[in-house]
């Protein structure tokens, strides 16, 4: 099993800028990918953004591409999220999910993220 950890939320007002870690420990040589996912109140679950881990190729979401850059360090298996000009549309609970082939993991094994909360 892979334990994941979030950390990085917190409140900030608009046009400002967060960066979001996820570190990764236990078993994480199977998984090939990782992504972030947020999910805020009364809405669904929307992707984020994902990263390959052996090309580093990059994926976003129509709402954050331009604006956020995810990253990886292999060494210290941790995924960031580097958030630029943040909107209050960006108000939820970012989690960080692995990803093994084209699968992603079940939300019921997902960590317990981080609050965004984005101030007008």
């Known amino acids: 099993q892979v334990q994941l950890v979030e950390s990085g939320g917190g409140l900030v007002q608009a046009g400002e800028s967060l960066r979001l870690s996820c570190a990764a420990s236990g078993d994480t040589s199977s998984i090939s990918g990782m992504g972030w996912f947020r999910r805020a109140p009364g809405k669904e679950r929307e992707f984020v953004a994902q990263?390959?881990?052996?090309?580093?190729?990059?994926y976003y979401g129509n709402s954050v591409k331009g604006r956020f850059t995810i990253s990886t360090d292999k060494f210290k298996n941790t995924v960031y999220l580097q958030m630029n000009s943040l909107t209050p549309a960006d108000t939820a609970v970012y989690y960080c999910v692995p990803r093994r082939g084209l699968t992603w993991s079940d939300s019921s094994s997902w960590g317990q993220g981080t609050q965004v909360t984005v101030s007008s």
């Open positions: 990263i390959t881990l052996s090309s580093l190729n990059t």
